[in-house]
């Protein structure tokens, strides 16, 4: 722990909501010009248990219990079970905070400067000119253009990062002594949060301002603290300096955490036999579909002109940051999409070509060729139906297996592939945990038997111990029947973990298009470059 | 500002959206106007004449109705002719229909009006204290009180006021309208009664939408921006929370008015309030179609009309469109 | 290793209902008055039109609990069994209602395009319309009598189920479960019936209850202005219309058939509330998370 | 959407049109000083020769005048005509005429007025043309001398001419104009100035009026159907005076000091009528039957609440023309046995009501409990004046109820409802002996025996069952205190010539 005084200093702080526990004794300390990064998986008690310990934490029903004192000048002031009015002054005026997602974090009904001057106007009594002058300073502060421009503006004029710089500038209005910032960056692409990482960084340099800063991404954690705890359900399983515990980790909670991260650097999948003819070619593929917005209809061009081929047996990986279009290619493949222009042929028929004017059956054929595996393990199976129903769907729509005894063994054979008991067939997808789901919805796309699978973004919504099994689990398919995939994503070490080769869009364009190995080695283009350079380095900041 | 540039103001292209759309809705209600006499069994004139039916009163209104063309040229001569406020002639008394609905329209328009402002004052506060104070005995009040005015019949409603606050306790009288302007006094005493019943009703259903808008704003991340501020509770309410509800209600609101105004007519019949509802009441019993026609059409033409005036307000508050 | 189950298991709809008081209560009192509805012919002490002018305007007494009317008929009977003619009025224009608004809703929704434009525009246009005004001018239009009056209620309330069911359809097609049914090939009738109608059908039980509710208002609000029921056949609203003249001589005469209509509807709506906190999605998750506490 | 501009104009300028039409709307309802007077229902139309309803004439009797009128006892008095005398064989009538007088738009009232209207009746064949069935010619000898020729002594001519405003005196110009019908314009006390369809008719008074200038400048008929919402009305002060009291609280009104009640008997009669045009009606037994089956007592109670009296013939107690009748009594045996008797078992009944007058649907209420024993399930049709109307005349009805009003001699009571080719004999009754009888009570001039006439006729005409009669209702009307120079009259007719008003409670 650095020396200097802790800013906060929390001590067996319990939290429970009704009968269960969710915080379980967790005792920290925040020092002046020191970050304390906390890191877990979800479900962890992380943002609970820093919400608990400054006062904010405002659900129906929950009883909080220990101690969080903030000690720094004058007398320690308890802040557990403080009164409303001794928290007000301490909330905005003393800590500051930070959300996750930028988009409702500001009020859409009010100019910039209104939501900063308030925050000043609650804890100071500035006049009108001091809060204005304090305003288009931390406006700079934060690096925002234009400062003059942005006071007037409102939040839905801004981008995502600009608006989470505004909340950074209104966290710090009335220069406290400790900002809190929760997963301020998760919701930001990779590039945007490496800026946001520099800014906060020099700010804590400049006001000498304690940072919390909660992420369930290690790697965002080792470029940000110094000192780091690792939650896990509820209790602190591993408390040190940030080198000790990237480097040297004492609990196998941390370690699994450690090693189950994908780093760039790592080695790809396994390579296929060079002389694998192509599968899927395509030409020109271009992509536009209408939008409506309040002020009237207007087009959006998603894909322009995209060529790629996959090899059999291959997996080419489909990087690029959100709005880039790569979710468009996926959808225009599997025809929830329309093509505007190009071909796309699939060991010999043209997909596109077929879904114009090739008749339904020939159509339903097609469909049966390409699997596709979504993000959201939630909403990807029907909540009302059981497992082996949702599995069963391609079964009966093809038909697969004639009749239920056949229809059942089928079930259970693509559930033993995926690694789930045959007992999950009976379940409701409210009974199954994320990783579950997962691979049932990898289990009802292999049951297409399809040629080509599609994965958009399917880990991404994972935990990363869990996403790590799921990765495992893809391979190990793909090493047994020589299946072909599209992976989609936007974290390059999960890209490179699984492509054969790469291809990088940016607004709807390929940016660079080469093997995995060539391109993590040595990038060609400059976008891809900023892309590798803003993935946080698997060793902490300060190793050396 | 030059007319391109007017014409491009993003405020002004959702505006013209919104009006286009109103007036695709117009025609619509004017085709459905049309259909109503359209689908009156037997011939709506000889019916309408009745005891008075003489050839030539028959011929004559039959003419005046021009009920004689084909049923394509009537549906186009009547919609040109109701844009520029000719809505045909009454079949009771052969006044021109247009004249009989204007008569009629302070008193509808001050009932609803003032069944509007009893409806605000009471949903607008009660809705945002039961959602500021949700799942606690004051929320699980007003929740219970708007199932109430939901479900109390309005005419019933009526009657039994009648009978309390005119016929035994004489405070008011017990029906009959005052012009406004022709005696104001008059006015608000006749006005008391039946406006309390038409607000009542249209404040149980504005309660529940102002309660469910306030709780989902109070969710929005912005909010616990605004507490994370140290901002004193009554900021946070208003500033950002309530302020923030206003627009989904200002759109329900529109939306439900035309329920408010569907009530409105059983109301007028009880108070012999001289209103449009019980215009139509009366011509219903006197097969009056083209009466009724344009009275339908005046109560949906001043829906859309309301509507568009909640639009502009909405383009008015909310940024997002004055500056998209 | 460390991947649980997160939401802990949803609890079990029926178990959710039953633990909300408020529609245990409503439950209770609809099944309640449809027995009434049902047995009404039989449980009515006396004939609907037994006329017994010597004992007219008699208050609540042993013999009528309700009291008796201008001609001595036993107002109880009649209010049971006008009980029953307006839940018959209400069922059969909701079921209508139901019918072509769910259909057009749901084909709307999932169709779009064009077929989405036009509904929607209609419905609109039905929309513009005061929901009394329109029923009060089909009814002038094809004369007033209870098929009349069913038809205008149902023409009436189709819009705001075809929205419902439109607003709801939308929401389904656009989750992922839809699309991959889509993207496989699935029919749309397979997807209509097994992922669609079950998702949507939550957000349809509220509303109808909550249309029956207001169906009944209307009927009432029709047979009030005597366009609904006709006599000699008994309607709530008809026997208040009636009740005006003799509101201060015999008050039972206007307060039991107007609390008949009150306990009714207020059965419907408080269900419906009840029905929507467990079966609208948004609303369970707050409900779930109360009941954990 | 090219140009947002000119949607947004064609939108304002619709509203803009609808808002700017003629809105010169003249708010006569609430002139200052005006009696307002509520009635139960709207008349049809104004035409006072054409009207049947019984609103038309309580506004038209304010309008219009007649020859002459009948006094409070209901004698004939001089009002257009002076004098008049008759030429010893009583085949010519000479009336001689009121000078000075003038019509509402100012032109003058001569005799060819009186022709005029007088022919316009009987060549149209209009709703009184029976009333004429006697007169030959009428003729105007100068502009102040009429002389009317019938075929026979006609000793009721003076009550077929003024008995009610029927018979009114029109303008040429007013008829011929076409708006008769909605702007009537008379010689009486009160011109007519505006009607509000559904809401009011407004009069203003006549200052050059014969008769002298009324007391009160104007005269707001108001039509509140609800009869408790005009009692309440009126105890409330916002309005003058009403005939829709309702029954039920005419004994508690007695007591009341705060208006003036009057329940005045009345020559006007309830009764029921089959239609003897579809079977088994056209049977006698089954139609005596019916009369047996129906329990009097209970209807006349549950309509009038004791203000009416029973009666089963037409002319009530009291006038000088009653004869007793009480053959039939509620005996539902009697009636079972007649309708074995008739060999037939009517399943329904098909009885048409009008809401414009609560007291059928009441009585039919009765009725349908009353018949159900006897196997017969009474189909209550109720629908307004106007389609009533409709209906009796189209003979679209099994059995109706309806009541006559304003009778005063009893030609008027039996001709035209019971002759066989009688203008209003809707239930299509035909008897020989009846016609005889009426035909000869026309002509008879000597009182006696046309006593003897008339009572036999009515007694066949009870035995025959033409009409059911129920009893005689009384005027019931109500007006506040400050009304004076009023005061209800028998035949129900409705003057307000000498009426004044002393400072309005209700008046701000």
């Known amino acids: 722990m650095s020396a200097s005084r802790p800013v906060l200093s929390v001590t067996d702080l319990h939290v429970g909501i009704g009968r269960q526990p969710i915080v379980r004794g967790v005792s920290l300390a925040v020092h002046r010009e020191a970050t304390l990064g906390i890191v877990g998986e979800s479900g962890s008690g992380k943002s609970m248990t820093v919400l608990a310990a400054t006062g904010l934490l405002d659900a129906p029903g929950a009883v909080v219990s220990g101690s969080s004192a903030l000690v720094s000048e004058g007398d320690p002031v308890e802040l557990i079970g403080a009164s409303p009015r001794a928290l007000r002054s301490v909330h905005g005026g003393r800590i500051g905070f930070v959300f996750q997602d930028p988009g409702t974090s500001l009020n859409p009904l009010l100019r910039l400067e209104r939501q900063i001057t308030e925050s000043l106007e609650a804890h100071r009594r500035p006049t009108r000119r001091e809060a204005y002058a304090r305003a288009l300073e931390l406006l700079d502060a934060v690096g925002l253009p234009d400062p003059e421009a942005k006071l007037g503006a409102y939040p839905h004029q801004l981008s995502g990062g600009q608006r989470q710089r505004v909340m950074i500038a209104i966290a710090l209005a009335c220069d406290p002594e400790l900002l809190i910032a929760d997963e301020p960056t998760t919701s930001l692409d990779v590039t945007t949060q490496a800026q946001i990482i520099d800014l906060v960084r020099d700010l804590q340099r400049d006001f000498g301002t304690a940072v919390v800063w909660i992420s369930h991404d290690l790697g965002v954690i080792g470029q940000v603290a110094d000192d780091v705890t690792v939650l896990h359900d509820g209790t602190a399983v591993e408390q040190a300096t940030v080198l000790d515990v990237f480097e040297r980790p004492q609990q196998p909670y941390t370690r699994q955490l450690l090693e189950a991260r994908p780093l760039v650097g790592e080695n790809g999948p396994s390579a296929i036999a060079d002389d694998a003819g192509t599968l899927l070619e395509v030409v020109g593929l271009d992509v536009r579909f209408p939008v409506t917005t309040p002020v009237g209809p207007s087009t959006v061009h998603a894909v322009k002109a995209l060529s790629f081929q996959i090899r059999r047996g291959a997996t080419l990986g489909l990087v690029g940051e959100s709005g880039s279009g790569k979710s468009t290619v996926a959808a225009a493949l599997t025809g929830l999409v329309r093509a505007d222009a190009g071909r796309a042929v699939l060991d010999g028929t043209d997909v596109f070509t077929v879904r114009r004017s090739g008749g339904r059956r020939a159509e339903k054929a097609l469909r049966r060729r390409i699997g596709l595996v979504l993000q959201d393990p939630f909403s990807s199976l029907n909540p009302r139906i059981p497992v082996a129903a949702s599995i069963g769907e391609p079964l009966v729509v093809h038909g697969l297996a004639d009749g239920r005894a056949a229809r059942r063994a089928r079930i259970d054979e693509l559930l033993d592939l995926v690694g789930l008991e045959p007992s999950f067939a009976s379940r409701y997808p409210h009974e199954l945990s994320g990783g579950q789901r997962q691979r049932v919805s990898i289990a009802r796309a292999l049951a297409l038997e399809p040629e080509l699978l599609i994965l958009d973004e399917s880990t991404a919504s994972l935990d990363v111990s869990v996403q790590a099994t799921v990765l495992e689990l893809l391979a190990d398919l793909q090493y047994r029947f020589g299946l072909t995939y599209l992976f989609i994503g936007h974290d390059l070490a999960v890209i490179q973990r699984v492509s054969h080769d790469v291809l990088v869009m940016r607004a709807g364009e390929a940016v660079e298009y080469r093997p995995a190995a060539e391109l993590f080695a040595a990038p060609e283009d400059e976008y891809t470059r900023a892309l590798l350079a803003a993935v946080p380095p698997a060793r902490p900041r300060d190793a050396v | 500002m030059t007319l391109p540039a007017f014409v491009s103001h993003p405020v002004v292209r959702f505006l013209a959206r919104r009006v286009g759309y109103s007036l695709v809705v117009l025609i619509g209600v004017l085709v459905v106007v049309f259909a109503l006499v359209a689908l009156v069994p037997g011939d709506p004139v000889r019916i309408a004449l009745g005891t008075r039916y003489t050839p030539e009163a028959y011929e004559a209104l039959r003419a005046a109705s021009g009920l004689d063309r084909p049923l394509f040229v009537q549906f186009f001569s009547y919609a040109g002719s109701a844009m520029t406020g000719d809505l045909g002639v009454s079949f009771r008394n052969g006044e021109p229909v247009a004249q009989i609905l204007l008569d009629r329209l302070p008193a509808t328009v001050s009932l609803a009006a003032f069944g509007i402002v009893v409806a605000c004052a009471i949903a607008l506060p009660a809705g945002i204290w039961s959602a500021l104070h949700e799942g606690r005995l004051s929320d699980a009040i007003v929740r219970i009180t708007s199932q109430f005015g939901l479900s109390i019949p309005d005419f019933w409603m009526g009657i039994l006021l009648i009978a309390l606050f005119s016929t035994t306790l004489g405070w008011l009288p017990t029906s009959g309208y005052r012009p406004l302007f022709g005696d104001p006094v008059g006015w608000l005493q006749h006005l008391v009664l039946p406006g309390l019943v038409v607000g009542f009703v249209a404040a149980a259903i504005l309660t529940r939408y102002v309660r469910s808008a306030v709780l989902e704003v109070a969710d929005m991340g912005y909010v616990r921006t605004a507490r994370s501020k140290g901002l004193p509770p009554r900021v946070v309410t208003f500033r950002h929370t309530v302020r923030n509800a206003l627009v989904p209600i200002l759109t329900v609101t529109g939306i439900q008015l035309a329920t408010i105004l569907g009530g409105v007519i059983v109301v007028e019949v009880v108070f012999a309030w001289p209103g449009l509802g019980r215009l139509v009441y009366n011509s219903v019993a006197a097969r009056d179609y083209p009466v009724i026609q344009g009275a339908v059409l005046l109560m949906a033409v001043g829906f859309l009309v309301i509507n568009l005036l909640v639009d502009l307000l909405y383009a008015v508050v909310d940024p997002r469109i004055r500056l998209s | ?293 | 959407m090219r140009q947002p501009a000119a949607a947004i104009a064609a939108v304002v300028a619709m509203l803009v049109a609808v808002s700017c039409a003629p809105a010169q709307r003249v708010d006569l309802g609430q002139g200052s000083g005006y009696l307002i007077a509520a009635i139960a229902g709207e008349p049809d139309q104004l035409d006072p020769q054409k009207t049947s309803a019984y609103f038309s004439f309580e506004v038209l009797e304010n309008v219009f005048d007649t020859l002459v009128e009948p006094d409070a006892d209901l004698e004939m008095r001089p009002a257009l005509a002076t004098s008049w005398d008759v030429s010893p064989d009583q085949l010519t009538w000479t009336f001689h005429l009121r000078k000075g007088v003038t019509f509402h738009d100012g032109c003058p009232f001569s005799a060819d007025d009186v022709v005029y209207s007088y022919r316009r009746i009987i060549d149209d064949k209009l709703a009184n043309v029976d009333k004429f069935s006697a007169v030959t010619d009428v003729v105007a000898r100068d502009r102040d001398t009429v002389v009317i020729r019938v075929a026979h002594p006609t000793p009721n001519l003076l009550t077929n001419l003024g008995g009610f405003k029927g018979m009114a005196i029109v303008s040429r110009k007013n008829v011929e104009s076409g708006r008769i019908a909605t702007h009537p314009i008379g010689t009486g006390p009160f011109a007519f100035a505006s009607q509000k369809s559904g809401d009011s008719i407004v009069l203003v008074a006549n200052p050059k009026y014969w008769g002298g200038a009324p007391k009160v400048p104007g005269v707001t008929f108001e039509f509140i159907t609800e009869p408790s919402t005009a009692l309440s009305a009126l105890q409330a002060g916002e309005i003058d005076w009403t005939d829709s009291v309702p029954t039920q609280r005419i004994s508690q009104l007695k007591g009341d000091d705060s208006l003036k009640l009057a329940v005045t008997p009345s020559n006007d009669y309830w009764y029921l009528a089959l239609n003897e045009a579809r079977a088994p009606w056209s049977d006698p037994r089954v139609r005596r039957a019916i009369a047996y089956g129906i329990d009097r007592q209970s209807i006349v109670q549950a309509t009038s609440y004791g203000s009416a009296s029973a009666n089963q013939l037409a002319i009530p107690k009291g006038n000088p023309w009653y004869t007793p009748y009480d053959r039939y009594r509620y005996d539902t045996n009697e009636a079972k046995r007649l309708l074995d008797e008739a060999g037939t078992h009517p399943g329904k009944m098909d009885m048409l009501v009008t809401s414009e007058y609560p007291e059928t649907v009441t009585a039919a209420q009765v009725i349908a409990d009353n018949l159900s024993p006897l196997g017969i399930t009474v189909d209550i049709r109720t629908v307004d004046f106007a389609t009533w109307l409709d209906e009796q005349n189209s003979g679209h009805f099994d059995m109706l109820m309806m009541g006559w009003l304003g009778n005063i001699d009893p030609d008027d009571f039996y001709y035209a409802q019971h002759h066989t080719d009688g203008a209003s004999n809707a239930q299509k009754f035909s008897n020989p002996d009846v016609d005889r009888l009426l035909d000869a009570g026309r002509v008879e001039t000597n009182r006696a025996a046309r006593q003897q006439d008339y009572a036999k006729a009515a007694l066949i005409i009870a035995d025959q069952v033409s009409y059911i009669y129920l009893y005689n209702p009384s005027v019931v009307q109500a007006w506040t205190t400050n009304l004076s120079g009023y005061e209800a009259r028998r035949d129900g007719a409705v003057r307000f010539r000498t009426a004044s008003l002393t400072g309005r409670a209700g008046d701000q």
């Open chain 3, 1 to 293: 290793m460390t991947d649980r189950v997160l939401d802990g298991g949803r609890v079990g709809s029926w178990r959710l209902l039953a633990g909300n008081p408020v529609t245990v209560v409503s439950a209770v009192a609809l099944t309640a008055v449809l027995v009434v509805a049902l047995t009404a012919h039989w449980i009515a002490p006396y004939g609907i039109n037994e006329v017994d002018v010597p004992n007219a305007l008699r208050g609540p007494s042993g013999a009528h609990w309700f009291g008796t009317d201008e001609l001595g008929r036993d107002v109880l009977s009649r209010v049971l069994v006008a009980v029953q003619a307006s839940m018959r009025v209400a069922l059969v224009s909701v079921v209508f209602a139901v019918v072509v608004g769910v259909t057009t809703g749901v084909v709307a929704g999932y169709r779009g395009g064009w077929v989405d434009t036009v509904f929607m525009r209609v419905v609109d246009v039905m929309f513009a319309f005061p929901v009394l005004l329109l029923a009060l001018a089909i009814v002038a239009v094809l004369g007033p009598g209870v098929t009349t009056t069913m038809l205008a209620i149902g023409i009436v309330y189709t819009p705001i189920f075809a929205r419902v069911a439109r607003a709801s359809t939308l929401g389904v097609t656009v989750e992922p479960y839809v699309q991959l049914s889509r993207a496989m090939g699935t029919g749309s009738p397979y997807i209509l019936a097994r992922h669609v109608l079950p998702n949507v059908a939550g957000p349809l039980l509220v509303q109808t209850s909550l249309s029956l509710a207001f169906a009944i208002l209307s009927e009432a609000a029709l047979s009030f202005l005597g366009l609904g029921i006709q006599p000699p056949e008994p309607s709530l609203g008809r026997m208040i219309f009636d009740s005006q003249g003799f509101v201060t001589l015999a008050w039972w005469m206007a307060v039991f058939p107007g609390a008949a209509i009150f306990v009714v509807v207020l059965a419907f709506n408080l269900l419906g509330d009840g029905l929507r906190d467990v079966l609208d999605p948004r609303q369970r998750t707050m409900l779930e998370a109360r009941r954990k506490q």
